[in-house]
């Protein structure tokens, strides 16, 4: 089993050289976590002083969707290897091996979800505007998991090849701007967000813990959705594997 690992390991070192695209797992999430605390309070301060106009008011809004970013960036170039593995059937060969189908799956998964924790527990402490509980943080970066393993796995099952992979990675691009539907409508009209799975982590983030028992609730009912959309979308990439 730990043969296959290593196998795998290799196997991502040589795609990462051979494509730096790949690269961007790493590089882009710290990118994104030095703009946020750099880029985005010089960009304030130049609105204060051309407009006399402040984007403080919006610093939750604005950590409330850069945070997103960093599942979607590593879910979709995690989708990106798992449909060239199972164009080049790279996933069947590891079916026969000792590590199986079951292992693969597993080993794939794991990379998305712990970048995912590393990168979003960096960003939450070390990037954002307004500082929030630490509670918060906890709760909010299992689910900030869930959503690049989502995300990833919404790729591989529903993209045929790259090219397709790439204009579907378009489109779920889109899943970010669900912020905006927590932070500007109101109920019941948010109802229709809430299918949106980035909805979820982003209205947590918005109302904090001041509201704890709403808070602890609209965690729960947001994990076990974002489990029933990972265990449907397990199944449609497995009816495409195998």
Same mark, same amino acid.
């Given at each position: 089993m730990m043969t296959a690992? +290593? *196998?795998?390991?290799? =196997?991502?070192? +040589?795609?990462?050289?051979?494509?730096?695209? &790949?690269?961007?797992? !790493?590089f882009a999430p710290c990118l994104l976590i030095m703009f946020t605390r750099f880029g985005v309070p010089f960009i304030n301060?130049?609105?204060?002083?051309?407009?006399? %106009?402040?984007? $403080?008011? !919006?610093?939750?809004?604005?950590?409330? !969707? $850069? =945070?997103?970013? #960093?599942?979607?960036?590593? /879910?979709? #170039?995690? /989708?990106?290897?798992?449909?060239?593995?199972r164009?080049? *059937?790279?996933?069947?060969?590891?079916?026969?091996?000792?590590?199986t189908k079951t292992g693969y799956f597993q080993y794939r998964l794991a990379i998305p979800i712990a970048l995912t924790i590393? !990168? *979003?527990?960096?960003?939450l402490f070390f990037s954002s505007l307004d500082a929030p509980n630490i509670t918060v943080i906890l709760f909010l970066i299992p689910m900030l998991a869930l959503e690049a393993a989502? #995300? $990833?796995?919404?790729?591989?099952a529903f993209a045929a090849n790259k090219i397709e @992979?790439?204009?579907?990675? +378009? @489109?779920? /691009?889109?899943?970010?701007?669900?912020? &905006?539907?927590?932070?500007?409508?109101?109920?019941? %009209?948010?109802?229709?967000g809430s299918l949106i799975p980035t909805f979820w982590p982003a209205k947590l983030y918005l109302i904090g813990v001041d509201h704890l028992p709403t808070f602890l609730l609209l965690w729960l009912i947001g994990m076990l959705y974002h489990g029933f959309l990972f265990r449907l979308l397990m199944k449609k990439f497995l009816s495409r594997v195998d």
């Open positions: 690992i +290593k *196998s795998l390991l290799r =196997m991502d070192a +040589k795609q990462m050289y051979r494509d730096p695209m &790949f690269m961007l797992i !790493f301060e130049a609105l204060e002083r051309q407009f006399n %106009w402040e984007l $403080t008011n !919006f610093y939750p809004l604005i950590v409330s !969707f $850069t =945070m997103l970013l #960093i599942p979607l960036m590593i /879910g979709v #170039i995690t /989708g990106f290897m798992m449909l060239d593995e164009d080049e *059937s790279i996933i069947h060969y590891f079916a026969v091996t000792p590590l590393l !990168f *979003s527990t960096l960003f989502i #995300i $990833t796995l919404f790729q591989a @992979g790439l204009a579907l990675s +378009k @489109g779920i /691009g889109l899943i970010v701007f669900a912020p &905006f539907i927590a932070y500007f409508l109101v109920l019941p %009209w948010q109802l229709i």
